[in-house]
């Protein structure tokens, strides 16, 4: 799957994924933070999933109605916890993902939230 980390996202979690298959760019190789809706905008063009732990980006896909590829929010993992978290929820929800859902992980649940 193709991914784009957000700069808030660990950066070894990109060596987890890129070791797992995945096609994956991280926002921290950038020299400074473009912004939020710059990150979603790019992960549009380029057709990625963004993974984010930031909240922010389900207002501008749902409110502000901004085009995304799918969005995977991580809420209270460490950084080193990221990468396999990641993995597991593209197992089951990759789908989900790849049909534009907005997926919300904790360690008690999975939120699926479908494109409109």
């Known amino acids: ?8 996202v ?10 797992a298959g995945h096609e994956v760019v991280w926002g921290g ?10 990150i979603l905008a790019r992960a549009h063009r380029e057709q990625r999933v963004l993974v984010t732990l930031d909240k922010d980006f389900g207002e501008l896909a749902i409110v502000h ?7 995977l929010r991580l809420v209270g993992f460490s950084g080193r916890e990221q990468g396999n978290v990641c993995l597991r929820v593209l ?3 990759g789908g989900d ?5 907005i997926v ?3 360690r008690r649940r999975v939120r699926v939230r479908p494109f409109e």
């Open 29 to 38: 190789d950038c020299e400074e933070d473009p912004g939020d809706e710059e």
């Open 10 to 19: 660990w950066g070894g979690a990109k060596a987890v994924l890129r070791e």
């Open 91 to 93: 197992a089951s929800y």
């Open 104 to 106: 919300t992980v904790d």
């Open 97 to 101: 993902l790849e049909s534009a859902a």
């Open 1 to 8: 799957m193709r991914l784009l980390l957000d700069t808030c």
């Open 65 to 71: 109605r901004l085009p995304h590829n799918g969005i």
